[in-house]
């Protein structure tokens, strides 16, 4: 575990020796965990002029290739704090970190950007859609439509697994996805579809009642059965012991 301390962390990525890359949102930034401070600065977009604790242009989310970030995702180019808020419906754009050039702008509240097949894949969240982005022309290409405000996606085989979250507050409001559930006589849900990449139709769907109303991320884990993760409050962490050597 790394203590980073509030930084309104989202996308992790993992680099090539291993190690991880997560979007440090509320700095404006991309970083990596250290023992010697919260945490270290990799990167940051040319428009923010300072890295302070003011979530200027919601970096949010974050594709790797080969090894190293490769491009990433934000609400706005806005330099003042939480200046994101005034371009919600099509202030988004996709930057590839190398170069800091635009790749595409004029979406509505971009996600988990993520390298596929020679694709760059994307979630126009304002929008309800998932699609990719030409790296050629910087067109954005619908691919469908899901239900609800899109967060996460993973991709494995020809399949596209994309997280689904229910309007949350002023932040998920007002945006052409309103609209969209609209005209379609449904609701923002909260839950996970499977997607047919070539044809776009959605295979399956995992519905979530109760009180959870919003997912971030979702992940593949081929081969797993039983998957698990180590929580610090229960007796798992305590008795799950791993080593090498001896």
């Keep these: 575990g790394h203590t980073t301390g509030d930084v309104d962390a989202h996308d992790i990525g993992i ?3 291993g190690e991880p890359v997560f979007v440090n949102t509320l700095f404006s930034c991309l970083a990596r965990p250290t023992v010697r401070a919260n945490f270290d ?36 180019k806005s330099d003042v704090a939480e200046g994101w808020r005034d371009h919600r419906p099509d202030g988004g754009l996709v930057l590839d970190g190398p170069s800091h050039e635009v790749v595409r702008g004029g979406l509505a509240m971009p996600h988990s950007p993520r390298w596929y097949k020679r694709k760059l894949w994307l979630l126009n969240s304002g929008r309800g859609e998932l699609g990719h982005v030409d790296l050629d022309t910087g067109k954005f290409e619908p691919l469908c439509f899901v239900p609800g405000y899109a967060r996460g996606l993973a991709l494995h085989g020809k399949y596209a697994l994309v997280g689904l979250s229910k309007a949350r507050n002023r932040s998920f409001s007002g945006l052409a996805l309103d609209d969209e559930l609209q005209q379609r006589s449904a609701e923002a849900r909260c839950g996970i579809v499977v997607i047919d990449l070539d044809s776009g139709n959605l295979l399956h769907h995992l519905r979530i009642e109760g009180m959870v109303e919003e997912l971030f991320d979702v992940s593949v ?23 090498t050597g001896g």
Aim: charged share 20%; net charge negative.
């Design 41 to 76: 600065v990799l990167w940051q977009p040319p428009f923010i002029s300072r890295l302070a604790p003011e979530d200027r242009c919601h970096l949010n989310g974050l594709a790797m290739f080969e090894g190293e970030p490769g491009w990433v995702s934000m609400i706005s």
């Design 15 to 17: 680099d090539g020796n």
């Design 221 to 243: 884990i081929p081969g797993a059965i039983r998957p698990m993760l180590l929580g610090f409050k229960t007796d798992e962490i305590k008795h799950m012991v791993r080593f």
